[in-house]
């Protein structure tokens, strides 16, 4: 279990989500002594309406928002008894084809996350201690290994061990930031680090840095990410 490392063990127990029905837990489970808690769920396991959709029934936008809106409520009162709240957003497995082009088309299975996942952002926007995170992203960063079929039918786990470890520093950022601590200082040379070239030998107007040219826009992004773009 990837959750079950340093340095979360330092000062957390980690427990694992009991067997059965993610709504069930949600309902019944106490909460009152976890400081927080991850729920990473399947769309198919808590929006039955998802479930018709796979096997191309059609169902009511209004019922399937109604779905939503309960799980939401769910996660909100959670959150209430806890310190923080950490929720992947819905992804789409892409063995599941759907309507295959037609798929961004009404019922469509592409269509449905990307409505689903809005209704849900949207429900949780004013949550203080709600942290949704992109797990597009960590599936992006494994690239087309990061859906394993092998292991969805020997162990039911949809994804990859890498997705799991991208999952894993995001929720940790998360802890972290909770707990106060902040990001360490970054100190970097300028010559041929920030820029390309040395100022004092090739002077400013000889710098490679932006402009039509690949390392030109590779040093600018950098920068970017020095000055703020990287807040993970």
């Keep these: 279990n990837l ?17 059965g029905p993610v709504i069930s837990n949600l309902l019944n489970l106490d909460f009152e002594k976890i400081n ?13 309406e998802f ?51 037609n798929d961004l088309n009404e019922f469509g299975l592409s269509r449905t996350i990307m409505e689903m996942n809005h209704r849900l952002i949207n429900n949780l926007n004013d949550e203080s201690n709600i942290f949704l995170l992109n797990a597009n992203r960590w599936i992006n960063m494994v690239g087309p290994k990061s859906y394993n079929p092998k292991l969805w039918y020997r162990g039911k786990i949809l994804f990859n061990t890498e997705v799991f470890k991208q999952a894993y520093k995001e929720i940790l950022t998360v802890v972290n930031a909770a ?23 090739d002077g400013i107007e000889n710098l490679t840095l932006g402009g039509h040219n690949d390392l030109g826009e590779a040093y600018i992004d950098f920068c ?6 990287n807040t993970g």
């Design 3 to 19: 959750f079950k490392k340093e340095p979360l063990l330092e000062e957390y127990e980690i427990l694992d989500n009991p067997q």
């Design 179 to 201: 707990k106060g601590i902040s990001k360490k200082i970054l100190l970097l040379d300028l010559d041929n680090t920030l820029w390309g070239g040395i100022l004092g030998e």
């Design 51 to 101: 479930s018709d959709i796979i096997d191309l029934r059609n169902i009511s936008i209004k019922e399937l928002f109604n779905s939503v809106d309960y799980y939401t409520n769910l996660l909100k009162n959670t959150a209430k008894k806890i310190g923080i709240l950490i929720v992947p957003i819905w992804t789409n497995n892409p063995y599941q084809r759907g309507l295959g082009i």
């Design 224 to 229: 970017d990410t020095c000055v703020g773009g």
């Design 36 to 48: 927080f808690c991850v729920v990473w769920t399947q769309p198919s396991s808590v929006i039955p």
